[in-house]
Nanobody, 122 residues
Framework: VQLQASGGGLVQAGGYLRLSCAASGGTFSSYGMGWFRQAPGKEREFVAAISWRGGYTYYADSGKGRFTISINGKNAVYLQMNSLKPEDTAVYFC?????????????????WGQGTLVTVSS
């Protein structure tokens, strides 16, 4: 299974970006997909996730009201990021949630994309 993330770039504070992630390379059992991010010198942190069944969405407090996660079937996930802030600067990773636990926890995700860099200038 391969995940290809795209859509990152350089944007000014207050701007927006839309990240995309496409899954390919096989079938797999999963519960949904999610986005995480890792800023320089910091640990990877949860950003948003969505379930296949019911389309339930989950957001970190940092992105509530600004970020929107959506899916296209079971092969693509998107993250619309509005009102971006310099503290949103990070490498953003998409991942497939393969285990039954919390959507907020990285160990519940089995497959990870290579990441796409988002840089927000002040």
């Amino acid at each position: 299974v391969q995940l290809q993330a795209s859509g990152g770039g350089l944007v000014q504070a207050g701007g927006y970006l839309r990240l995309s992630c496409a899954a390919s390379g096989g079938t797999f059992s999963s519960y949904g997909m999610g986005w995480f991010r890792q800023a320089p010198g910091k640990e990877r942190e949860f950003v948003a996730a969505i379930s296949w069944r019911g389309g339930y969405t989950y957001y970190a407090d940092s992105g509530k009201g600004r970020f929107t996660i959506s899916i296209n079937g079971k092969n693509a996930v998107y993250l619309q990021m509005n009102s971006l802030k310099p503290e949103d600067t990070a490498v953003y990773f998409c991942a497939i949630k393969a285990y039954l636990g919390s959507y907020y926890q990285a160990p519940e995700y089995a497959y990870w994309g290579q990441g796409t860099l988002v840089t927000v200038s002040s």
